[in-house]
């Protein structure tokens, strides 16, 4: 500090403490403001009791804590479920070694997932499903975290080794929980068995990541000077988009099927994700074309003034800072179609909601408790679509420095 | 032609056309540029000397006339335009930097993938580079961080990079705040004086009076005049050079 700005340095007024000005600043900053304070802040308290008092005393959630693997993995027969567990350690795995090597964002997420391993591995609860095995395989998991981690942090482990084994996984998960018929080893597990969460999340998954690049390949051959293309993506986009999700998800799985012969039908499981992938393509294209649109001129004009083709403008210039302007609206298309999944109970897959349903109809006692299941499912929505924007907005704020222009 | 077919000209433009729909942009430009020369083309705003710099790297396509830049003429072939596009080096009035990549990746992008250089060498290059217009310990920063004179010297090393024989500026210092221009024509005065070919738009008279071999007056779509820096500033034959010179000397 020079002496002249210690000189003029002028004492600022002094400020309330930290949760009075909160208060203050917040609740009470106008007249307006201050008379819906007082309105709705006892109704809002007396809200918030009366769930608490009604979750802990009233309720009943037998028809949640009773069946925790139906809700995870639906009827996958139980004597293979070894099988779903090793296909999710293998993810646990390799989010430990990408929190690793890139940490930040992957940081939380990884910390989260181990915490809520950890906290049901020592649940203190007597439940037949959470036996010593499956707290082990939980416990388990929580050091194949860290042991992933160690790995991610280890100097001969590069970035381009850990996209690979993501690139490998979905394979690899895909054919476990398949299996194939005959073998001793893995018989094949049909389809019609798989439900729960365990479907919830291969359906999200498998269309967030088949639908983005379908989606970007759409984006740009809605805007290509070749006719044929153009059209070919216009009509696709605007014809998926001006149908519902579940007209879609008909078609595909009774349409499809009947136009197919019998031999080459395909998996109903796989006829419900390309509906969820192609929906969710048309909007991402959209999203997409609105950020090319938004790449100025220039930044081409300047790609191409040091040499480089078509193909590398597109993908190191314009792609990227398409996507980048245009992410909050692509994540919020991915939170969209996880939560469109739920559809395809329309067509008779068992997703969480799906599992949900069957266990209220599958006793005449649980009807009484459907009010237990649906908000016990609606809170496992919640917390993964909460994530998934919360990934978003940190990832906006690492990427915001680089976008200032 | 014995001895001096060593000094072949680096850019010939012979009667070049430039139609934006109907409006008739460039009506029959041709020049000659010899290596090493420095260019320096002014005019008002609209006489199409942006855009006749712009058909020099095929930014804008021209519809009549020939145009051969470094022996290869310009034409519907992609390939040559490519060719054309690693030899000459453009600078943008509003900079065109890669807002998403930093300083040095920058500057390293064309070279690795256009020049298939490797990483370390581009790097070293860029490097370099970045010593000559005088900003090394921005690097690792992004663009955005940086002030615009910074910004535009950014900009020059990232043309110079692709070691190109031509160097092309668009106005590289209108779109400056009047301290920061001085910091890129010191750069370009530098890179004048090295031996590039450079071809310029910019009312910088100043810097035309230094290092300019030959310049030429630009008024609807025609060369109205060129010469020397002095015959233009000290006897200029056209009215209109006349004019426009007394508007932008004035003050």
Redesign the interface.
């Known amino acids: 500090m020079t002496s002249q700005q210690a000189t003029q340095e002028v004492l600022r007024p002094p400020q309330p403490p930290g949760l009075i000005k909160w208060i203050r600043d917040n609740l009470f900053n106008s007249w307006f403001n201050s008379l819906l304070t007082v309105i709705f802040l006892p109704i809002v308290f007396f809200a918030v009791v009366n769930i608490i008092i009604w979750a802990f005393t009233v309720a009943d959630w037998r028809a949640v804590t009773q069946f925790p693997m139906l809700y995870a993995v639906g009827q996958y027969p139980r004597d293979e479920v070894w099988r779903v567990g090793i296909g999710l350690s293998a993810i646990v795995f390799l989010l430990g070694a990408s929190w690793g090597n890139w940490g930040g964002l992957l940081q939380s997420i990884s910390i989260a997932f181990g915490i809520a391993f950890a906290v049901f591995a020592i649940l203190p609860v007597q439940h037949d499903q959470l036996d010593l095995n499956m707290r082990l395989y939980l416990g388990g998991n929580v050091i194949l975290l860290l042991l992933g981690y160690l790995i991610g942090r280890m100097k001969a482990v590069k970035g381009g080794h850990i996209v690979i084994g993501w690139g490998i996984v979905p394979f690899l998960a895909v054919f476990l929980l398949t299996g194939r018929r005959g073998s001793e080893l893995l018989p094949d597990v049909a389809t019609t068995l798989w439900g729960g969460l365990l479907v919830t999340f291969l359906l999200s998954a498998g269309g967030i990541l088949l639908s983005f690049p379908i989606g970007v390949a759409l984006a740009l051959g809605r805007r290509s000077t070749l006719p044929v293309v153009k059209a070919f993506s216009t009509i696709f986009i605007e014809t998926i988009r001006g149908v519902p999700l579940i007209t879609i998800l008909f078609m595909f799985s009774i349409i499809l099927a009947l136009f197919l012969p019998a031999e080459s039908r395909i998996d109903r499981l796989v006829r419900a994700l390309m509906a969820v992938t192609f929906f969710s393509a048309a909007y991402s294209a959209e999203n997409v074309r609105g950020g090319l649109q938004a790449v100025p001129l220039g930044q081409i004009e300047a790609a191409k003034a040091v040499g480089m083709n078509g193909l590398q403008t597109m993908v190191f210039i314009v792609l990227p800072q398409a996507i980048r302007a245009v992410l909050p609206a692509i994540v919020g298309q991915f939170i969209a179609l996880f939560k469109d999944t739920t559809l395809v109970v329309i067509v008779g897959i068992n997703d969480l909601l799906g599992i949900g349903r069957s266990i209220i109809n599958s006793d005449p006692e649980f009807v009484q408790l459907q009010l237990e299941v649906y908000l016990f499912i609606a809170i496992v929505y919640w917390i993964f679509s909460y994530l998934m924007s919360l990934a978003s907005r940190r990832l906006e704020a690492a990427l915001g420095v680089s976008t200032k222009l | 032609m014995t001895s001096e077919t060593t000094n072949e000209p680096i850019i010939i433009c012979q009667d070049v056309h430039k139609w934006f729909d109907d409006f008739h942009a460039l009506c029959g430009i041709s020049m000659v540029v010899q290596p090493q020369e420095v260019i320096v083309i002014f005019g008002p705003s609209g006489s199409g000397k942006s855009t006749f710099i712009r058909t020099l790297?095929r930014?804008e396509e021209h519809q009549r006339g020939q145009i051969i830049v470094d022996g290869i003429e310009l034409s519907h072939d992609?390939r040559n335009i490519?060719r054309v596009?690693?030899e000459?080096?453009?600078v943008?009035q509003?900079f065109?930097?890669?807002?998403?990549?930093?300083v040095l990746q920058n500057i390293t992008?064309?070279p690795i993938?256009?020049?298939k250089w490797s990483r370390d060498k581009a790097e070293e290059v860029a490097m370099q580079l970045l010593e000559r217009v005088g900003i090394p310990e921005q690097a690792l920063k992004?663009?955005?961080?940086l002030s615009g004179g910074q910004q535009q010297r950014v900009?020059i090393a990232?043309?110079l990079?692709?070691q190109p024989k031509i160097m092309l500026f668009d106005e590289p210092t209108s779109a400056l705040d009047p301290e920061m221009i001085k910091e890129v024509l010191d750069v370009m005065v530098e890179l004048a004086q090295s031996g590039m070919t450079m071809l310029v738009v910019t009312h910088e008279m100043g810097f035309a009076r230094a290092v300019a071999d030959r310049m030429y007056f630009f008024d609807e779509g025609l060369i109205v005049e060129s010469g020397t820096p002095d015959d233009i500033f000290h006897n200029p034959q056209e009215d209109r050079t006349k004019l426009f010179l007394s508007q932008i000397l004035q003050h």
């Open positions: 790297n930014l992609v490519e596009r690693m000459t080096g453009m943008f509003q065109n930097l890669f807002p998403h990549l930093s992008l064309a993938w256009v020049r992004f663009p955005g961080q900009a990232r043309a990079a692709m």
